[in-house]
């Protein structure tokens, strides 16, 4: 059984109950040693190894831990006198919950007596072998209940069906995260507020995709991102332009389409008249529109017309009819740079002149308004209605009960082709009969045909079919305590977990055939979705949300102290990490290299933020680092600042993040009404966050868990609150110490010594990484009993560089990803 802080160490959720013998018998095990050396029994019959190493842990457990975890005292509710630890099958969990605190040497506290290294390593080994061949006795699967898609699964999914591209964050709420992730089924529950946006969610989606024959006047505001310079190039736009910005927009149907400047920067005064400059706007990179702003004649107008001037002249940038095409497309709208010795804009200023460059010169304040259509002329063939209009009712003159047979016939087509896509195996006749309904219904109303095809789209996309994944019985006899996956079931398992959508035809054509099953198939399979860019979800909703660096907007650094921090360097950090975890993963290499790899992905101003000067330009290029410190994940923008508050870094944070993202063995939580104030003592002198610390660590309660914690945050002490490099604390005006000494007894200074020390010659980060694969694939909480697969899978993948490849494909010819429990 297992006490709170042990709860999250081991990854799946344990009673409250359980929680509290764990803690303990951490513990004890912590200080549990493995010499096996030759031993005569009190008998004197020579020991096996086996009985050599039960009875020196049942040592060491009487020495070091019965004195309170004892029958009488319990402390934490533990009695170890009384848990036989050559029995481990009998205690699985508590074992397993043990080792990762031994491993994380999270026990025995510190300010105890500590075993050596080689003595924690040794009891590991010794206790995983005792674990693994005691789990062909155990559960080799876990339950998943009924699966709700997410919200982000559910609009890729819709996107891939219909060929659109919403956004998930647009549609849907969000999601409930167990331990940064959202596809962990018991937590995706569905209230009717809930069922209600995802009906309405299914309506647009149908809207957009069919398009509108007889659409409504819409209007969308799109603005500028924040921070974007509007006097330099800006990337992603034509070179040769600056300033402007670039969206995407969906056109329901083809006609006129209207687009407003509102604001390009004609003010009160007539600075950004005085030269003459061009606008253009285009559409899927073809020029859609061009017009100039100032130069003599605006200046005139500007000058004598005030406020009805500045609307002169701004008319010409107001309601800019386009004829637009059904469909969506990018959307680019920038000034055309001109040459410097052309524009009198880039001449010196005077002293003490308070106006830069961009306030002399024209730029989009307010964005763009597209209203639209105007006019409408029909639907284009769009790749969304290529992909839904599998057959088109016959034309020509007919009488209307051959018209309505004839879109009857090519509805039923339109609604089997969708669903068994939708649905993700076949469907049989009367679930297509069950949506025509809704086509009929539709088809009542203005728009005819292709209003009943939208309601029969939208029927398809709120159908529990679609909605759910589940898990059934494929033949097992009914006492049976687990059930192998169809191979329909594990064609969507193995499509959501690469992909996060349903499976394409190749899968399903295999899964149909029921060759899916065989492992040697399920690993090809797996093996060509890997090399699909639709892996790419891997990065975005795995890799990000382990590393909790979907969140990077949480942490708002102060301007008074970081002055040149700004919105566009937060985009640049994570489009660094992003680029970064793509080219470990999706690359084949060692998934170690997280923690190493020299390599990074940097533009002008991130580089500048490093304090590396070869690199120009605001386009992102793969650069290969010098300085070491900048290597691995430790040494990225993100991860520093994510790590950190708002006005200074944060050791706790740091330390807290390396042992829960990267080692594996998150610490204890602090109680709730713990204080954790480190402000700077008031009437004293500054002192640096380090000494801080280590008065706050001195209190009575706190060094448990932050002798743990701190040392390993204080070696990343040299990086700043935004991740810059610095040597002296400025509030405290002292020199930045990152020696330290972790709970081992290893002294590490910075970074380098401390990635060695922590992973250097060990799978610790490897076992981690499986973990939460795994988990993310399951779409459940670990338990103690998918430890022993966890490892099988590490081990296998050893022969195999520890490539990304084969993991994943350890992980789907797993028991516990090919087979369920019963509930």
Not at 347 to 370: A, H, K, M, N
Not at 650 to 678: C, Q, Y
Request: charged share 25%; aromatic share 6%.
């Amino acid at each position: 059984m297992v006490t709170p802080s042990l709860g999250r160490a081991i990854i799946s959720p344990l009673k409250r109950a359980q929680r509290k013998q764990a803690l303990c018998l951490g513990i004890a095990v912590a200080a549990l040693t493995t010499a096996v050396g030759g031993q005569i029994r009190p008998d004197g019959s020579p020991a096996t190894a086996a009985s050599r190493g039960a009875e020196q842990a049942r040592n060491t457990v009487d020495t070091y831990c019965v004195g309170c975890h004892n029958g009488r005292a319990k402390a934490g509710g533990l009695a170890l006198d009384t848990i036989p630890v050559d029995a481990v099958s009998e205690h699985p969990d508590v074992w397993e919950a043990a080792v990762r605190k031994l491993r994380g040497r999270l026990m025995p506290p510190p300010g105890t007596r500590q075993p050596e290294q080689r003595e924690i390593d040794s009891f590991i080994t010794w206790m995983e072998a005792q674990l693994d061949a005691a789990a062909a006795r155990g559960p080799v699967a876990g339950h998943v209940p009924v699966q709700r898609l997410t919200r982000t699964e559910y609009a890729t999914a819709v996107n891939d069906l219909l060929g659109l591209e919403l956004e998930a964050k647009e549609l849907l709420p969000a999601e409930i995260e167990v331990n940064g992730f959202e596809n962990i089924a018991t937590a995706l529950s569905v209230s009717p507020a809930f069922l209600d946006q995802y009906v309405a969610a299914a309506r647009r989606a149908a809207r957009l995709a069919v398009g509108e024959p007889v659409p409504k006047v819409g209007s969308a505001h799109y603005v500028k991102a924040k921070g974007d310079d509007q006097a330099a190039h800006v990337d992603g736009l034509p070179l040769g332009t600056r300033g402007g910005m670039k969206f995407r927009h969906t056109f329901p149907a083809d006609g006129e389409y209207r687009f407003t400047f509102p604001d390009l920067g004609v003010d009160l005064y007539t600075r950004v008249v005085e030269t003459k400059h061009t606008l253009v706007l285009l559409i899927d990179g073809r020029e859609a529109f061009r017009e100039s702003l100032g130069g003599p004649e605006d200046m005139k107008t500007v000058d004598r017309g005030g406020a009805p001037g500045r609307a002169k002249v701004m008319e010409r940038f107001t309601n800019v009819p386009v004829q637009v095409k059904a469909g969506t497309y990018d959307i680019a709208v920038a000034f055309i740079e001109r040459a410097r010795i052309e524009s009198d804009e880039f001449v010196g200023f005077l002293p003490g002149d308070e106006f830069s460059r961009g306030d002399r010169i024209p730029r989009l304040v307010d964005g763009v308004t597209v209203r639209g259509p105007f006019n409408a002329t029909g639907v284009s063939d769009t790749l969304s209605r290529q992909k839904i209009f599998v057959c088109h009712p016959q034309g020509g003159p007919r009488t209307a009960l051959n018209k309505e047979s004839d879109e009857r016939a090519c509805a039923r087509r339109i609604a089997d082709t969708l669903a068994r896509r939708a649905f993700r195996r076949p469907v049989t006749a009367d679930e297509v009969e069950s949506l025509l309904p809704y086509f009929d219904d539709g088809r009542k109303l203005p728009g005819g045909f292709d209003t009943g095809v939208e309601h029969l789209v939208a029927a398809v996309l709120v159908s529990p079919e679609f909605l759910y994944r589940g898990a059934g019985a494929a033949g097992e006899p009914k006492g049976s305590p687990v059930q192998t996956l169809t191979d329909l079931e594990l064609a969507s398992r193995l499509s959501f977990f690469l992909w996060n959508q349903g499976p394409d035809d190749a899968l399903l054509k295999v899964a149909t055939a029921k060759r899916l099953s065989d492992p040697v198939a399920l690993r090809a399979q797996a093996l060509r979705m890997l090399k699909d860019p639709r892996a790419a979800s891997l990065v975005r909703n795995f890799a990000l949300k382990s590393f909790d660096l979907d969140t990077l907007a949480e942490v708002q650094p102060d301007p008074n102290l970081f002055p040149t921090f700004s919105e566009l360097l937060r985009q640049d950090m994570a489009t660094e990490a992003e680029a970064f975890l793509s080219s470990v993963l999706l690359e084949e290499r060692n998934i170690g290299d997280l923690l190493t790899a020299s390599h990074t992905f940097l533009n002008e101003r991130l580089a500048r933020h490093y304090g590396l000067k070869t690199v120009f330009g605001p386009q992102f290029r793969r650069v290969t680092l010098d300085d070491p410190q900048r290597w691995g994940l430790l040494g990225k923008g993100a991860v520093l600042l994510h790590t950190s508050y708002g006005n200074r870094t944060s050791p706790v944070l740091r330390g807290a993040w390396v042992m829960g993202k990267l080692m594996g063995t998150p610490p204890t939580p602090p109680p709730p009404d713990v204080d954790t104030d480190l402000s700077q003592p008031k009437g004293e002198p500054p002192k640096t966050l380090r000494a801080r610390l280590e008065s706050h660590r001195s209190k009575p309660g706190c060094r448990q868990c932050h002798g743990v914690i701190d040392p390993i945050g204080l070696a990343l002490e040299n990086y700043d609150a935004i991740g810059r490099w610095r040597t002296i604390d400025s509030e405290a005006n002292a020199p930045i110490e990152a020696s330290t000494v972790l709970p081992d007894g290893r002294p590490v200074d910075g970074p380098l010594q401390l990635q060695q020390a922590l992973f250097g010659g060990r799978d610790l980060f490897i076992r981690a990484f499986t973990e939460k694969l795994t988990m993310y694939a399951l779409g459940r909480e670990l338990r103690a009993y998918d430890m022993p697969q966890i490892r099988t899978v590490v081990r296998r993948a050893a022969t195999q560089n520890y490539r990304l490849s084969a993991i994943v494909s350890g992980i789907v010819t797993s028991d516990a990803f090919r087979m369920q429990a019963r509930d």
